[in-house]
């Protein structure tokens, strides 16, 4: 079982290194859309919440890279 889970993490990883940036901007626009549908109510915990997301995914991307390089 451990070993699925490092797979798994090795695998956000790899997807985070290749792919953060369109992560990122996906994030941000789900974090637009939410704080629409709430019309504003939530703005700054969604803010919060995107950007706690996004350092997530740069840092696995920079894990990966640590670990590749």
Not at 21 to 39: P, R, W, Y
Not at 44 to 49: K, V
Not at 53 to 64: H, P, S, T
């Amino acid at each position: 079982m451990f070993e699925s889970l490092k797979n798994l993490k090795d695998k956000a990883e790899d997807v985070a290194e290749a792919h953060g940036e369109a992560i990122g901007e996906g994030l941000e626009k789900a974090g637009d859309l939410v704080d629409d549908k709430t019309d504003g109510k939530y703005s700054d915990q969604i803010d919060t919440g995107v950007e706690k997301a996004k350092d997530l995914v740069q840092r696995l991307g920079e894990q990966a890279s640590d670990d590749s390089g």
